[in-house]
């Protein structure tokens, strides 16, 4: 077992090392050409009253036009859909064109449904309500859809807010996600991407048939349709641009964070087919159960000790390397006291992620698991 204790460590910090270096490769475009499709914006809501106003904002200020713009409200019980028509009257402008419609189904799936098929646009770009688009957002995709060839590009997401150690532990979480996702694009087997940053051509959406055969699940709306554009479209018809990068709200409270986690971790045993998606979901949770038994070595005296220093060690210098040159990409930094807490409890909260998304029931947006 101390052999075990010695190795994990070294395995752990040249895993770590290889997603920093996957990171750090360059992002540019092999063309400097620009795809001249039409574009519309699509983003469903739903009680989101409190974030609309940002958000709309925020599409006021993209740089490309013509543009169309769709909301799409999933049966909102707030007044979101009418702060929205007030937001739309008070700017008028000739090449913003704004739909705001009510979803012809229930659930996230449906309300994107109903967007695109009310799209005017050859490329669909979706982002949620929570969250804040760069400038250029639109035409760093329309560069990367140059190529023919892509039916599919994914952004980084991440949280914005760091006043406290909540929201410092998702900032730094969000890095480790980012990581884990960029390397399934490069190895040509993506496994995950995320519709707050996200684009594809429509007619790529229609030829799959859209979320035909997973629309019974709450989430997955973004993951699904990668996986299923990838297996029609081959390989490199999927791309992933790390410096497109859109910033959301962090969650309030730790129950809201482990209930969103768990809604995503849910989708793993819709994919026993896919060898790597398994592989990419069981690991972390192996790797933190090793962690968490290194606890015992207190036990064990002096040699123990030693050993548990030298595990915890390792991880919190390596988590810092490559979570910090990630965050350090975006221009946000972290202090070390964010790094120590979050990886000593970072094994802990991924069990409890794993164990909510197995046996427990979870809630979004008022709507609760089946």
Partial sequence: MVTVYLLFPILYAG??????????????????????????????????????????????????????????????????????????????????????????????????ETGINHASGELILTTDADCLLPEDWVEVFLQSFASESVQLVAGPVISREKENFLQQFQQIEWASILAVTRLGFQ?????????????????????????????????????????????????????YHKNNIVLTKAEKSWNRLLSQRSRWASKWNLHKGDIPHVGFTMVPFLVQLIFISSWGLLLQG????????????????????????????FGLKQSFSAYLGSSFLHPFYVIAVGVKALFGKFEWKGRKSS
């Fill in 187 to 239: 190895l040509k087997s993506p496994i995950m991407c995320s519709a707050a940053n996200l684009a594809y051509r429509k007619n790529a959406f229609f030829s799959v048939n859209g979320y035909e055969d997973n629309r019974h699940h709450l989430s997955g709306d973004d993951e699904f349709l990668l996986k299923k554009i990838v297996q029609k479209f081959g390989e490199d018809s999927c791309i």
């Fill in 15 to 112: 895993l770590l090392k290889w997603l920093k270096h996957g990171w750090l490769q360059s992002n540019t475009p092999d063309s400097t050409k620009v795809s001249e499709k039409s574009v519309t914006v699509l983003l469903p809501f739903r009680n989101e009253s409190q974030n609309l106003e940002a958000v709309f904002q925020s599409i006021l200020r993209l740089n490309h036009r013509p543009l169309q713009v769709i909301f799409v409200d999933d049966h909102s019980t707030d007044e979101g859909r009418e702060l929205l028509a007030r937001y739309t009257r008070k700017n008028q402008d000739l090449d913003l064109q704004f739909l705001i419609l009510v979803s012809q189904g229930i659930g996230k799936k449906a309300a994107i």
């Fill in 302 to 329: 002096w040699l123990g000790l030693v050993l548990f220093l030298y595990i915890w060690g390792m991880k919190i210098a390596f988590e810092m390397g490559t979570l910090g040159a990630i965050l350090n990409h």
